[in-house]
């Protein structure tokens, strides 16, 4: 009995992980989406995520300098929902076993 509370403890820590970095990497997007499709920078929702976004892309900012505004933001922050993911993914299989 206790070994199926443990795998179903080690599931749902799992899956809890998983779910972070969906919701991390889905801010991500959602910033993405804003700035291509011309979202008022002005907004308060806008602002907001914006300032969720910038942390949430760690290192990534900037790492291909690219002259495009909206192509940079695209391929970096990009990158950063495709991190999260990756990461969290392995993280959440290192708790699933």
């Known amino acids: 009995m206790t070994r199926t509370r ?7 820590a799992a899956r809890v992980i998983t779910g972070i970095g969906a919701v991390f990497a889905l ?3 959602i910033y993405i989406l804003m700035i291509l499709l011309g979202a008022n920078a002005g ?3 806008v602002g907001f995520i914006r300032s969720i976004a910038e942390p949430l892309a760690l290192f990534f900012p900037g790492l291909f300098p690219i002259a495009n505004f909206q192509l940079s933001v695209l391929v970096n922050y990009g990158l950063a929902a495709v ?14 076993r």
């Open 43 to 45: 907004n308060a929702f």
């Open 83 to 96: 991190f999260w993911l990756v990461v969290t993914g392995l993280v959440a299989r290192l708790f699933s």
């Open 6 to 12: 443990i795998y179903r403890g080690h599931a749902t």
């Open 27 to 29: 801010v991500e997007v």
